[in-house]
């Protein structure tokens, strides 16, 4: 542990505004794996705001262990080499409010787990990121038993937990307000 | 890369649209104030932004209406993606040298350390900037700010954080922008931040600020951090010992990320 007994306290964020485009956004970003991969899964939705318009600005980043629950410690997630998984991918929705990934069905990372994805929200007129988890619907189970769904309604739940598509595709849409709106997080030492 | 709609940019003032802000200056500075006072009666302290500050007017239709759900990190989310040398070259922390030619405006460095909520340095961690030039005109395709470009500065840079979490960039001072939020909207010059922990809970971006600025008053964006000292956080130092001679202007800033939750070993501590 640290010697400092007092926390710190944690410098503000601020909104992504409207120019990250050119400077976050990266080739491959939203490919961590190729599609050619025999695992590969598209996740794929929509960011909408309260009026239920989709929100053309915003950028997200998700996180995620491989198919067998191991997090990834590589490095290459700016410049892929087709290879090697390193669990990090970052995307800008398009003009409707859309985006892809390609990925692979998170395992879980200990037995018995809901394998979840963890997704960061940005957006122009989003004054500071939001985190919430996608949850692979399969394992109803572990879903069941997961602590944080546990504790949450019906609709609420249904927020988090994303829907296996006929293609094998997860869509997972995000709500940053109004009806459906997302569950977003907040965990310890976080304001 | 997907393209982009950001209509609260600026746009030529020919370009007068139904959504065209009509809001004064004096009427945002009457709702800012009124904010600050429910705020200073409320006796609460604030460190982050609100997601509801209405003076923001893009903030109304984005912001969750709901308190975040408290929740204990899981495994996945206590750790965060690791970057290399194979991610960032070093070359990449000087943005005067990206584009050939010397670009116009003041260099200036930005050097701080990045630390966890208990003091820990984050090391080996990705640091993303990105900021208007000298004349406050972005690369970006949807900037149609009628200030120059300049064809020697992109505005975006990168490094790797050091072993004492220290991070550096040589750059050009950006300058001020409007934008469309209302009547004779200015921010504040700014250079755009993002970053990442020891753990992904503690992902952030923000935007750092020059001392001394007249904007920061009338700006919604800076004013969304209710507690001025919060705010105060994201104004950089200027510092002379890190100028140097003939050569540049020096700022400090240093960045705090929320705690990490994991638990730390020795071993952890001196990776
Ligand atoms: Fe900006």
Not at chain 2, 31 to 42: L, R, V
């Amino acid at each position: 542990m640290s010697e400092n007994t007092q926390r710190l306290v944690p410098t503000p964020g601020q909104t992504i505004g409207p120019f990250y485009g050119y400077a976050l956004p990266y080739e491959n970003g939203e490919n961590l794996v190729d599609r050619s991969h025999p695992g590969s899964v598209r996740l794929h939705g929509t960011v909408y705001d309260g009026h239920g318009v989709p929100v053309p600005d915003s950028m997200l980043e998700i996180w995620q262990a491989d198919e067998n629950g191991k997090v990834s410690q590589e490095t290459g997630s700016l410049i892929r080499d087709g290879y090697t998984f390193t669990g990090f991918g970052r995307v800008a929705v398009d003009n409707e409010g859309q985006y892809t990934f390609t990925t692979v069905n998170p395992g879980p990372t200990e037995a018995g787990k809901a394998p979840f994805i963890c997704l960061t929200v940005f957006a122009r007129g989003l004054l500071n990121r939001l985190f919430t988890r996608i949850y692979l619907p399969e394992d109803t189970e572990a879903l069941a038993n997961d602590p944080l769904l546990s504790g949450l309604s019906e609709d609420e739940r249904a927020t988090l937990v994303a829907t296996r598509e006929a293609d094998g595709s997860l869509r997972f849409d995000v709500h940053l307000q109004g009806d459906g709106e997302t569950v977003f997080l907040a965990y310890p030492g976080l304001e | 890369m997907a393209a982009e709609n950001p209509e609260d940019a600026f746009e030529p003032l020919t370009a007068k649209g139904a959504d065209d802000a009509a809001d004064s200056q004096d009427q945002l500075n009457n709702e800012m104030a009124q904010i600050t006072k429910q705020y200073e009666e409320s006796g609460r302290t604030e460190t982050q932004p609100r997601l509801d500050y209405a003076p923001y007017r893009s903030s109304i239709l984005r912001h969750p209406t709901k308190d975040p759900r408290h929740t204990d990190p899981e495994t996945i989310e206590l750790y965060a993606p690791a970057f290399g040398e194979r991610d960032v070259h070093k070359l990449e922390s000087d943005l005067t040298i990206q584009d050939g030619g010397e670009p116009i405006g003041e260099r200036i460095r930005i050097t701080g350390r990045i630390l966890d909520g208990d003091g820990r340095p984050v090391r080996n961690q990705l640091v993303e900037i990105w900021q208007a030039n000298a004349a406050g005109r972005y690369i970006h395709k949807r900037d149609q700010h009628p200030a120059p470009i300049d064809p020697n500065f992109t505005g975006v840079g990168r490094c790797l954080t050091g072993d004492d979490g220290s991070y550096s960039f040589v750059t050009i001072k950006p300058g001020p922008y409007p934008w469309k939020n209302h009547q004779n909207a200015w921010r504040p010059a700014h250079v755009h931040f993002s970053l990442f922990g020891t753990d992904f809970t503690q992902r952030m971006i923000t935007q750092m600020y020059f001392p001394g600025d007249p904007l920061f008053a009338l700006d919604p964006i800076y004013q969304s951090i209710v507690d001025p000292k919060a705010r105060e956080r994201l104004v950089a130092d200027y510092d002379h010992n890190v100028s140097e001679h003939e050569w540049l202007l020096g700022y400090k800033w240093d960045i705090v990320l929320s705690g990490s939750n994991r638990t730390w070993t020795e071993d952890d501590s001196n990776v």
